[in-house]
C-alpha cells in the first residue's frame, strides 16, 4: 500500500471482480460468478471460488458486503477513477521517477490516437498553458 488511503494490490481475478461490480451493482456472488465465467475466456470459476474473492475483497475494504437480505449483495467500497488514479501514480514513481509527462509523452509517441484522443489532449493542453504562466511569473 502506499498512504494510508491507498487500495490494497489486487490478483488478476479479484480485479476482474471489482469490474463486474463498477457495471452491475449491487451484485449477487450468483450474478457476479455468471458475468465473470460469461465474459472471461480464462477457465471457469466455481462458486465457492468467487465467494473466498469477493470476501476478499471486503476484507481488504475495496468491496461492500450487505448481509440483511439473502442472497448477500456486493458493491465497489472504491470508484474506478479513485482506484485509476492510485494506480497511475504507482506506476509514474515505479517507471518515470514520478514524472508523469514522461509516461503522457510515450503514450503519444507509441502510435496513432484517435481524432477524439487528440482532441481532448489538444483541449487539456490548452487548459494548462495560461497555468503553468500564472506559475512562473
Request: glycine content about 6%; aromatic content about 6%; hydrophobic content about 40%.
Given at each position: 500500500m502506499?498512504?494510508k488511503?491507498?487500495?490494497?494490490?489486487?490478483g488478476p481475478?479479484e480485479?476482474a471482480?471489482l469490474?463486474?461490480?463498477w457495471?452491475k451493482?449491487p451484485?449477487?456472488?450468483?450474478?457476479?460468478?455468471?458475468?465473470?465465467?460469461?465474459?472471461?475466456?480464462r477457465?471457469?470459476?466455481?462458486?465457492?471460488t468467487?465467494?473466498t474473492?469477493?470476501t476478499?475483497l471486503v476484507?481488504?475494504?475495496?468491496?461492500?458486503?450487505d448481509?440483511d437480505?439473502?442472497p448477500?449483495r456486493?458493491?465497489?467500497?472504491?470508484?474506478?477513477?479513485?482506484?485509476l488514479?492510485?494506480?497511475?501514480?504507482?506506476?509514474?514513481d515505479?517507471?518515470?521517477?514520478g514524472r508523469?509527462?514522461?509516461?503522457?509523452v510515450?503514450?503519444?509517441?507509441?502510435?496513432?490516437?484517435p481524432?477524439?484522443?487528440?482532441?481532448?489532449?489538444d483541449?487539456i493542453?490548452?487548459?494548462?498553458?495560461?497555468r503553468?504562466?500564472?506559475?512562473?511569473?
Amino acid at each position: 500500500m502506499v498512504g494510508k488511503n491507498a487500495v490494497p494490490d489486487l490478483g488478476p481475478v479479484e480485479f476482474a471482480l471489482l469490474r463486474i461490480l463498477w457495471k452491475k451493482s449491487p451484485a449477487t456472488s450468483g450474478e457476479v460468478l455468471d458475468e465473470y465465467n460469461r465474459r472471461s475466456s480464462r477457465k471457469p470459476l466455481a462458486y465457492t471460488t468467487v465467494m473466498t474473492l469477493l470476501t476478499r475483497l471486503v476484507e481488504k475494504g475495496v468491496v461492500r458486503v450487505d448481509r440483511d437480505r439473502q442472497p448477500f449483495r456486493f458493491s465497489p467500497h472504491i470508484g474506478r477513477e479513485a482506484l485509476l488514479k492510485q494506480r497511475v501514480r504507482e506506476f509514474v514513481d515505479v517507471f518515470f521517477d514520478g514524472r508523469a509527462a514522461d509516461l503522457a509523452v510515450r503514450l503519444v509517441e507509441e502510435g496513432p490516437l484517435p481524432d477524439d484522443a487528440v482532441e481532448r489532449l489538444d483541449e487539456i493542453l490548452r487548459e494548462q498553458k495560461p497555468r503553468r504562466k500564472k506559475e512562473r511569473a
